[in-house]
């Protein structure tokens, strides 16, 4: 398990879309709004774990067809959220404090939601790496699965949370430097579509 986790947290520590978005949610609409990203990203990887133990990953390679929709439609999406972002008024990028309407943390939660379910990466990383910590030996191999599926959900939203409460500090801190502010909008928003790219070229599974 020690190993594991030590796979996890190397993982969750490499910037990726998840990260910037989060960071970019804390500081633009602050802490709980980034906190209901974070539980949608968590229930995405709930259902990759759970496509995974079902061999979706296996569908992938057989009918690459359905990997590309998924990764056209994942790219198309953070794209989108990337362009957003760089038309954003300079003034929507400083948090309020002031409460957000229920559904703007639904809203939040989907967006969480759609960034990872929509990267096929995701899930071909719990297809690849959960089963190298699954032993025959020890007990029935899908309690097993769900166990390990389990912690890797909850230390990913462990460290989602941290990049949430990050994200309100940067943002308090963008808030007294307008230019700078801006830059990071645009530097987010650039890194953002610079993943689209990424994954709408993608071509191994």
């Known amino acids: 398990m020690t190993a594991f986790l030590i ?3 190397v993982v969750y520590l490499l910037p990726g879309p998840d990260m910037i978005l989060l960071l970019q949610t804390g500081a633009r609409q602050g802490r709980a ?3 209901a990203t974070a539980l949608g990203l968590a229930l995405a990887r709930g259902c990759h774990v759970a496509l995974a133990g079902l061999g979706l990953a296996v569908l992938f390679r057989t009918a690459p067809w359905t990997f590309d929709l998924v990764r056209l439609a994942g790219a198309a999406y953070l794209c989108w959220i990337g362009v957003k972002l760089l038309q954003a008024e300079a003034s929507a990028l400083v948090v309020s404090g002031a409460p957000e309407p229920s559904r703007a943390y639904g809203k939040a939660l989907l967006r969480g939601l759609l960034t990872n379910l929509l990267n096929p990466k ?10 190298q910590f699954v032993d025959p030996a020890a007990g029935p191999l899908g309690l097993q699965f769900a166990l390990l599926g389990g912690v890797l ?13 990050a994200g309100e500090g940067l943002g308090r801190w963008l808030g007294r430097r307008p230019l700078v ?3 990071q909008q645009w530097l987010f928003g650039v890194v953002l ?3 689209a790219a990424r994954l709408a070229w993608l071509r191994d599974i």
Do not use: K
């Open 181 to 183: 502010q801006r830059v």
């Open 33 to 35: 709004m980034a906190l």
């Open 122 to 131: 995701a899930l071909l990383f719990c297809s690849v790496l959960l089963p």
């Open 193 to 195: 579509v610079g993943f």
């Open 7 to 9: 796979a996890l947290a």
């Open 153 to 165: 959900v909850a230390v990913g939203l462990a460290f989602d949370s941290a990049y949430a409460l």
